[in-house]
């Protein structure tokens, strides 16, 4: 049962301070599963935030539901979404109860045009992560930056520019794997020749 707790409270915790949006979380999803819980390794991470982002929906409750299934099945699957969904569930229902109250709020008002800034230099630094993990390598960066192109100025949709990123980068693992057999290949006969060569010297020899 205590796992169960812990499990909720770390996605509760998530749910409950993160402003802005599914990338805002990832800062705060890393620093709770992988660095205080290390329930898994930095790569583990990296590998949910894919599917979590390639998988539809929000990328918390996506997480939520790869990191809980792998600790504890389907029970910790129920137990770290309802802890992520929770927070935001009660404090939209507290906005709609009460919004025609506090929409004209000065104070209201400021506090959400101090948070902006905060959320995009959160987002910011879950772009920095990735690429750190990745040692800043030029493709990331560039296929970052034409998406962001693609999207913004070109308007074209994301879900296309998701598709075309997949399919690229499985054309790049393919090659990357050709490229390996190749040279595997090319190394063994090398040594293959060598021998040869140096059983037959050695038989003329003697």
Do not use: C
Not at 36 to 62: C, H, K, M, V, Y
Not at 96 to 101: H, Q, V
Not at 110 to 136: M, Y
């Amino acid at each position: 049962m205590k796992h169960y707790l812990q499990l909720f409270w770390s996605f509760f915790k998530i749910g409950a301070f993160t402003l802005g949006g599914g990338y805002v979380m990832i800062p705060l999803i890393e620093q709770e599963i992988v660095g205080r819980r290390r329930w898994i390794s930095s790569d583990e991470f990296n590998e949910t935030l894919t599917l979590a982002q390639s998988a539809p929906g929000p990328i918390a409750i996506n997480s939520a539901i790869f990191v809980g299934y792998k600790l504890y099945g389907m029970k910790g699957v129920l137990v770290s979404v309802a802890g992520v969904i929770i927070p935001s569930f009660t404090v939209i229902l507290l906005i709609a109860m009460f919004f025609p109250g506090i929409r004209d709020n000065e104070v209201i008002a400021r506090i959400f045009k101090g948070l902006r800034p905060a959320v995009v230099a959160l987002i910011a630094v879950s772009f920095v992560r990735i690429l750190q993990k990745k040692n800043f390598a030029w493709q990331i960066i560039v296929i970052s930056a034409t998406a962001a192109l693609l999207v913004a100025f070109l308007k074209i949709s994301p879900v296309i520019v998701i598709v075309i990123a997949g399919i690229g980068g499985v054309a790049a693992k393919g090659r990357r794997r050709e490229g390996v057999k190749g040279r595997r290949g090319e190394g063994v006969k090398g040594r293959r020749g060598e021998g040869v060569k140096g059983r037959r010297g050695e038989g003329a020899k003697g």
